[in-house]
């Protein structure tokens, strides 16, 4: 897997590498906050696939719904990791989504625990994005006030994943159509997938010299 690669024997090649490709991902996620739409589109490869529980598209449908969507997220950036092997690398940014919106008469704090998975490839000498996934791990929804009125219903709870339930419920109050099937702590097996995948990517990272 690719969380098996050696850390701590950096070339300094490989810290310059790691440190452009660390702020790549977090740019991107400062320009989703702040609404700057074309510097975020300009962290995709034109051939991007992103896939979140509201959508799975392109770089162009990914930053127009972005634009457009009805509820502004905010990530809190724990920690990002970079593994990287020649021109590729995967790198991993620990997050906590937070939304702040209007629901059932309340106004609501939504807060999501979750592991960005990026893909990140050197194409002409500049990395880009590949492709991002998120890997659920557990959520919580209450009101913004003390005396507030709103309080998930358990069952309604129920009808969905539990590492990102409250995710979900608020998509569909919003008229959504939430993905119930991507990567979570609740389905080991939906990881263990993912990451076979992107090691498997990673790996025929060697050899493309020319990229680097």
């Not at 590729?88 to 998975?117: K, N």
């Not at 913004?144 to 969905?160: I, N, P, V």
């Amino acid at each position: 897997m690719f969380y098996q690669y050696p850390m701590g024997k950096n070339t300094i090649q490989d810290v310059e590498d790691k440190a452009n490709i660390r702020e790549l991902i977090e740019f991107e996620r400062y320009c989703r906050d702040y609404m700057h739409w074309e510097e975020m589109r300009n962290c995709y490869h034109d051939d991007a696939v992103i896939t979140v529980s509201w959508m799975k598209g392109g770089p162009d449908e990914f930053t127009e719904k972005s634009r457009v969507r009805p509820a502004p997220a905010k990530h809190k950036i724990f920690n990002t990791l970079v593994w990287k092997n020649g021109a590729r690398a995967i790198a991993e940014c620990i997050v906590m989504i937070q939304i702040r919106c209007p629901l059932d008469g309340d106004i609501v704090d939504l807060s999501t625990h979750t592991r960005l998975h990026y893909r990140v490839e050197k194409r002409q000498g500049v990395w880009k994005i590949c492709s991002m996934d998120a890997v659920y791990e557990k959520d919580t929804m209450r009101s913004a006030f003390t005396d507030g009125t709103f309080s998930a219903d358990r069952e309604e709870l129920e009808k969905y994943r539990p590492t990102y339930a409250n995710m979900m419920l608020r998509q569909v109050h919003y008229g959504g159509s939430p993905n119930g099937e991507l990567a979570g702590e609740d389905r080991p097996e939906s990881i263990e997938a993912l990451y076979k995948e992107s090691s498997a990517w990673l790996e025929a990272g060697v050899g493309r010299e020319e990229d680097r």
